[in-house]
């Protein structure tokens, strides 16, 4: 594969408008990105060189094979799921655009190609954009607590001559709550901070829903709490080595938008089972789908679950479920029901949550016994009840 070793190309912020990026990892060239002649779609085409040696990004939506790409118009106005995955929102894009703003530029002037180009190699997972557009303030800020001070400052409306300094730190995270990406001697972690309508002891909340997750046998990164009060995950984007791991979120492979919650833990347990072929990680989603709803977590959105890619071109290139992350109380969700549904309801009941794993091939008894371990966790976690049967 070609690799690149050389810094990526950059370009200041005031002379962005991006015709093709070239899609690296690790420094190869996996492909390039470009735009169809009515400017309206993304086109993807593979490298030769990454045919022959590298693996599929996106298996349902770019299989490796040598072929040119053409983006639906829908969910993502034209982009690819794995690209979407790469860029900032929620709070990413709130910063983004309060950006944009004191430049005197209109965020939707902005192509897809030309948001690929802002991320360059600053995003989440292995997938870099080049050339790459420089922005915001490469600041070395571990005070937590002034970042978190000028998150709420700049949510609240009060300024916005802070977004700079906060969209470098996020790292181009998604979700909707304000967090920074920091290194310390301990490896490389995602520190997150409150909301404005987040309650003060939303770290501690999240860390004691980590630590009932992991009692449960769930696959939860390494996590800590930062400053006794900021609940901070280990990234698992990030090997122990350093190296950056490539990520995609079960959104971006079945093409499916925040703004329309389809999905349910059927397909979920689905795509475990097809990209990992593994029965034990299969199980571990159907956990996570447990948890979930027991736990009243009902921000199961599709882009809260993640699958990774481990290997390299001569030991075989191998798709796995990443750990879990998000795992804290969300009462409210999609108009008061979780974003992911079970067997088609909001509301199952113990058949619903056995047919969905029998259906997976998780046999019945199985299903039953973890069914009573999550029963048995403390009691003020356990919010969802029904009919045994």
């Known amino acids: 594969m070609k690799s690149n070793n050389e ?7 005031h002379t962005i408008k991006i015709q093709t990026l070239e899609v690296q990892y690790h420094g190869h060239t996996v492909g390039s990105l470009c735009l169809s002649p009515d400017k309206r ?22 299989p490796l094979k040598s072929d040119v790409f053409i983006a639906k118009p829908a969910p993502f106005n034209g982009s690819f799921g794995i690209f979407e995955d790469s860029l900032p929102d929620g709070y990413g894009r709130y910063l983004l655009k309060k950006m944009l703003d004191r430049e005197g530029i209109s ?38 607590d002034k970042l978190q001070s000028k998150a709420l400052e700049v949510l609240r409306e009060k300024q916005d001559k802070d977004a700079e300094l906060l969209l470098f730190k996020s790292g181009n995270s998604g979700g909707a709550r304000p967090k920074a990406v920091f290194s310390d001697a301990d490896g490389h972690w995602l520190v ?58 079960a959104g971006g492979l079945l093409s499916l938008s925040l703004s329309q919650p389809f999905l349910d833990y059927s397909n979920l347990l689905a795509l475990t089972g097809y990209l990992t072929q593994d029965s034990r990680q299969v199980e571990e989603m159907y956990r996570r789908m447990l948890f979930n709803y027991f736990t009243d977590n009902k921000d199961d959105h599709c882009k809260n679950f993640s699958f990774l890619v481990r290997g390299d071109h001569t030991s075989g290139w191998r798709w796995e479920l990443a750990p879990a992350y998000d795992l804290t109380l969300c009462t409210e969700g999609y108009n008061g029901e979780h974003a992911t549904s079970v067997n088609g309801t909001g509301l199952p009941t113990l058949k619903d949550f056995i047919d ?34």
Not at 49 to 59: H, K, N, V
Not at 134 to 139: A, D, L, S
Not at 372 to 389: A, G, I, K
């Open 41 to 62: 779609r993304c086109v993807f085409e593979y490298d030769r060189e990454w045919l022959a040696y590298g693996f599929s990004i996106s298996p349902l939506e770019l």
């Open 7 to 13: 810094k990526l190309d950059s370009r200041p912020f």
């Open 192 to 249: 997150k901070f409150r909301h404005t309508y987040d309650p003060e002891d939303i770290g501690r909340q999240e860390y004691e829903y980590n630590k009932t997750a992991r009692a449960f046998g769930i696959d939860v990164p390494d996590f800590k709490l930062v400053n006794n009060k900021y609940f901070a995950s280990r990234r698992f984007d990030i090997d122990s080595s350093g190296e950056r791991v490539h990520m995609a979120t």
């Open 107 to 144: 965020d939707s002037s902005l192509t897809v190609l030309d948001r690929l180009s802002l991320v360059g190699e600053g995003g989440m997972g292995a997938l870099c954009y080049v050339p790459v557009t420089k922005i915001g303030c490469e600041e070395s800020v571990t005070d937590f």
């Open 356 to 389: 969905v794993g029998t259906r997976s091939k998780i046999p019945e008894k199985r299903c039953r016994e973890l069914i009573d371990m999550m029963l048995s966790l403390p009691r003020h976690l356990l919010h969802y009840s029904f009919d045994r049967e």
